[in-house]
Nanobody, 125 residues
């Protein structure tokens, strides 16, 4: 089992930055592919970014490439999402996900992900 707790959301102006964190508990963190997803009001949840168990490979949605950076810290059992150049279109609840059954390329469609409860990011214009 993996338990995930997101933090770091808040209100920021267009062009600003936020750094989200996802703390993981459980002994399988080191072998899990981790990812970030988001769900905007009235829309379906969408993939944002993923990072391999080693941290050496990442995958990003086209909408955030060049603006968001995902990373992981093993001693802290934490992954991070650095979000820069934010726009109102980035407003959403951001969820952390983990899987032991997929890759950074398949986590977006994996039905066996573990999920956090989310943290709200609001970008004002």
């Amino acid at each position: 089992q993996v338990q995930l707790v997101e933090s770091g959301g808040g209100l920021v102006r267009t062009g600003g930055s936020l750094r989200l964190s996802c703390a993981s508990s459980g002994r399988t963190f080191s072998s899990a592919v981790m990812g970030w997803f988001r769900q905007a009001p009235g829309k379906e949840r969408e993939f944002v970014a993923a990072i391999s168990w080693s941290g050496s490979s990442t995958n990003y949605a086209d909408s955030v490439k060049g603006r968001f950076t995902v990373s992981r810290d093993y001693p802290e059992n934490t992954i991070w999402l650095q979000m820069d150049s934010l726009t109102p279109e980035d407003t959403a609840v951001y969820y952390c996900a983990a899987t032991m059954d997929g890759t950074i390329w398949t986590i977006a469609r994996n039905t066996k992900n573990f999920w956090g409860k989310g943290t709200l990011v609001t970008v004002s214009s």
